[in-house]
């Protein structure tokens, strides 16, 4: 998944690609481009993170261009494999988010009539498709719909044309369109234009826009009909974009927990949603961090809801396709709205007529959009590649819900607000980060480390392993407390450090039983508990929050994970071969 952006306007189009590019680095950081359109269309691309304005003294000023950043799915990380990429006769330049599942069939087909490669990418391919279907073609945009219609796969492509047009096509990937007076902006997501535009147009599945001397006009791929399309407004506060004099965004995010707790308590009651989650059988799914959330969440609703409720592994349904039915409802948390893996199967399961509910955090998403449930974690933008403070959310949503299910949703906001004042309280107790950040250090240098939790935080210990292996590059290994005698604890030899996450719950013992068994085997273990047992090394106090432990829980964690990415050096917001949002499969 890649972030495009395009610009036109009465500004100096490369400044503004470029900080429209900068907010939108959290989706690639492989390689960068950008190209404007002078009396010519000029090219600049690069290797790496993005520069700043010194790094585009070749491009000429201009009112109009496009760029990109890559996460690279298709060739190696090179400056030729770098976005955009130009036509042979240098009239147009493209850039595209996705994956083009059936490239090596149409590029075959294109090499056999004659074309030319320079890269491996599967990008190149539209854009020697596109100058094939233009030999049938008056117009360029026909030429770019035919091309796009023969693509399989979730892309979305934006060019650059020579006589000064901007054109993007849909399919999956995301599109928003940003307007301010005669300024028209093209991106990913909103997040990267909100602080200069007033109203968007988000871009459905099968449509296409062009723009040219600032007029917009929207089209449907397919038959090339003319569409109509209504401007929402946006309302974005971009300070929150900043990092309000914290080192790194991930720090600034997670001291953010108790505020995004309480927007949750402040939800809006949906009691059509509480009685279908009382009648539905239940299905819950996410991706990555959103995953453990999706499973959390599934927890609460059995534990507090007596729900049956299943989580599923966004990039794993396909068994349960035969499966679902009208009567089930599935629930997405998500951060973006965006994930490829799960859109497919929401995209699916909402055709079978199965109800969708959603969680997001960033306004405007296709999730949201297709959901018959929408809720918005209204929590500001989380930019840290490592979600934080949004998995923080989505799971108190969980608890919340379960909850109210039961007819307890006084009690579980009730609890939520003891939660957010404790988490508060220990956020801003420096004694607590000091021993995180002695204990971080010592972590840092081990080559495994391994979790145990049960019950409660079993996703807990899986979404602090998550968090150390993103931040660390570190092997980490969450494990349900009572498997690890049945294979796990082959790997546990003096000093390999095992953490254990308890809570005052009916599943302490047992997992104290794993510490036990741990220790005897030499383990250095970390204890994470409201109260300390002999049998830890290293102690990590944790206030007792009940009913909300494991929400209360995953705070040091987190904590934990920063500090040991800050202690090796890496770069804590943006970890190595990953990006923010998963648009592609
Ligand atoms: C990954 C992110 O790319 O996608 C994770 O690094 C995230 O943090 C996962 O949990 C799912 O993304 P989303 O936007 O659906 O929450």
Not at 69 to 98: D, V, Y
Not at 111 to 130: H, S
Request: contains cysteine; hydrophobic residues 40%; proline residues 3%.
């Amino acid at each position: 998944m890649c972030g495009i952006f395009g610009y036109s306007g009465s500004k100096n189009a490369s400044e503004k690609i470029l900080e429209g590019l900068k907010r939108l680095e959290y989706r690639g950081y492989d390689s960068w481009g950008i190209a404007v359109l002078a009396s010519e269309i000029k090219v600049n691309k690069q290797v790496g993170a993005i520069g700043d304005i010194n790094q585009l003294d070749n491009l000429p000023k201009s009112n109009i261009g496009l760029g990109h950043t890559r996460w690279a799915t298709h060739g190696g990380i090179t400056q030729i494999n770098a976005h955009p990429h130009f036509s042979s006769n240098k009239s147009f330049a493209l850039a595209q988010n996705g994956i083009v599942e059936n490239y090596v069939f149409l590029k075959q087909d294109l090499i056999k009539k004659g074309y030319k490669f320079q890269t491996e990418t599967d990008t190149e391919v539209i854009v020697r498709l596109v100058e094939d279907k233009l030999k049938g073609e008056k117009q360029l945009k026909d030429a770019v719909r035919k091309a796009f219609l023969e693509l399989e796969g979730r892309n979305t492509i934006i060019i650059l044309t020579k006589d000064n047009q901007l054109i993007a096509a849909r399919n999956g990937s995301p599109l928003v369109v940003g307007v301010n007076n005669n300024e028209i902006f093209y991106s990913s997501d909103t997040l990267s234009f909100a602080p200069f535009v007033t109203k968007v147009l988000v871009v459905d599945n099968g449509q296409m826009v062009t723009s040219k001397d600032g007029e917009l006009k929207l089209w449907d791929i397919k038959s090339g009909k003319k569409l109509a399309y209504q401007l929402e407004n946006i309302d974005f506060q971009s300070s929150k974009v900043e990092k309000q004099g914290y080192d790194h965004f991930m720090l600034k995010e997670i001291m953010e927990s108790p505020y995004v707790i309480r927007q949750v308590i402040n939800q809006p009651d949906n009691v059509a949603f509480i009685n279908k989650l009382k009648k539905a059988r239940v299905y819950t799914i996410g991706s990555g961090t959103a995953g453990l959330a999706a499973d959390q969440i599934a927890f609460y609703l059995r534990n507090f809801g007596k729900v049956f409720a299943q989580s599923l592994i966004g990039a794993d349904v396909y068994d349960y396709y035969n499966l679902l039915s009208k009567k089930d409802l599935i629930i997405a948390p998500s951060q973006s709205g965006e994930t490829a893996d799960v859109l497919e199967v929401l995209e699916m399961a909402h055709k079978i007529g199965v109800k969708i509910a959603s969680y997001v955090n960033m306004p405007g998403s296709t999730m949201t959009r297709i959901s018959d449930y929408k809720f918005a974690s209204l929590a500001g933008p989380e930019i840290c590649v490592m979600s934080t403070k949004i998995f923080t959310s989505q799971i108190a949503w969980g608890y919340l819900m379960a909850k109210k299910v039961k007819g307890k949703g006084e009690e579980g906001i009730k609890n939520l607000k003891i939660l957010a004042d404790q988490v508060e309280k220990y956020l801003n107790t420096k004694a607590n980060h000091d021993l995180l950040k002695k204990l971080a250090k010592m972590l840092a240098q081990a080559d495994d480390i391994f979790l145990l939790g049960k019950y409660q935080n079993l996703n807990i210990v899986k979404e602090g392993m998550v968090k150390i292996i993103e931040g660390s590059y570190i092997h980490a290994h969450g494990i349900p407390a009572g498997d690890l005698k049945h294979y796990a604890i082959t790997l546990i030899e003096k000093g390999v450090p095992v953490i254990a996450v308890l809570s005052e719950d009916i599943e302490k013992d047992d997992v104290i039983n794993a510490v036990n068994e741990v220790e005897a085997r030499g383990a250095t273990v970390v204890g994470f508990s409201p109260t300390p047992h002999h049998k830890f090394d290293y102690y990590i106090p944790v206030p007792d929050s009940g009913e909300t432990s494991a929400i209360m829980n995953i705070i040091p964690l987190q904590i934990l994970a920063y500090y040991m990415a800050v202690d090796l050096g890496h770069n804590v917001d943006k970890p190595r071969n990953i990006a923010k949002s998963v648009t592609v499969k």
